[in-house]
């Protein structure tokens, strides 16, 4: 309902949790569905590229520029959704241009004086505490208002209590009871005990470590779970202890 509504949802949680993940599901499950989910995560970009790749650039308009322009990622999210993960570490330039392109729902590229009219809805993501962003003065509070119109907070993995749950959806989901893999109640239980940094996507990884070194039609136990850190040191060699001492 918010997105089909064209609130600005902000998604917070730690990294892992799955904020894009969601994400995606709701964008398929709104009416933008017929539209593009176009996705950018604003740490992964160096500041020139970021503004590039969201506003687009006109023929010639820098160094290197494509002959025929570039529309961006704004425009090429026109009748969808727009996904800025880890908006927290927008620079601050971008974020006074990304306010009035929110506020306008117009786009002008680089180089252009042109602009072009969009109209998406706006999901954002990060594991920062934007509040505490603001106030340090490297987010704008305007923005913040504008790209957190609904907030909805991922509780970590340990948080859930229905972790146990959801590690048998997710074993199903990876395919083990087609080789007919199975894991016991003391092993989903050891799981679930485990405080998971990484959180839904390191669980993941773990499971699918899990079902490949597991011989088919086989019950997985407790004994058979690797260190919580997903690494064995191996005993050191004689001449290693000698060594040692």
């Not at 089909?4 to 569905?33: F, P, V």
């Not at 650039?57 to 026109?78: I, M, N, Q, T, V």
């Amino acid at each position: 309902r918010i997105l089909n509504a064209g609130i600005a949802l902000c998604i917070t949680g730690e990294t892992g949790c799955g904020k894009e993940h969601l994400a995606r599901e709701l964008h398929q499950r709104s009416r933008w569905r017929e539209g593009k989910f176009v996705a950018i995560n604003c740490a992964a970009l160096p500041e020139s590229l970021i503004e590039s790749e969201l506003f687009g650039y006109a023929p010639g308009a820098f160094s290197g520029a494509h002959a025929r322009g570039y529309s961006g990622k704004l425009r090429e999210a026109d009748g969808g959704v727009l996904f800025l993960d880890e908006i927290g570490d927008m620079p601050a330039g971008l974020q006074t241009r990304l306010l009035r392109v929110l506020q306008e729902k117009k786009v002008t590229p680089l180089g252009s004086n042109a602009s072009f009219d969009v109209n998406f809805t706006l999901v954002c993501a990060t594991h920062q505490d934007l509040t505490a962003r603001v106030a340090e003065g490297a987010f704008r509070e305007d923005l913040l208002y504008r790209i957190q119109e609904f907030h909805l907070r991922i509780p970590a993995l340990r948080e859930r209590p229905d972790i146990g749950g959801l590690i048998r959806q997710l074993w199903q989901s990876l395919g083990a009871p087609g080789r007919g893999l199975r894991l016991s109640d003391e092993a989903i239980a050891a799981l679930a005990r485990r405080p998971w940094p990484g959180n839904v996507r390191q669980l993941i990884s773990q499971l699918r470590v899990l079902m490949a070194l597991a011989d088919d039609n086989t019950l997985i136990t407790a004994a058979d779970l690797p260190p919580e850190n997903g690494v064995s040191r191996p005993a050191p060699l004689p001449d290693e202890q000698q060594a040692v001492r």
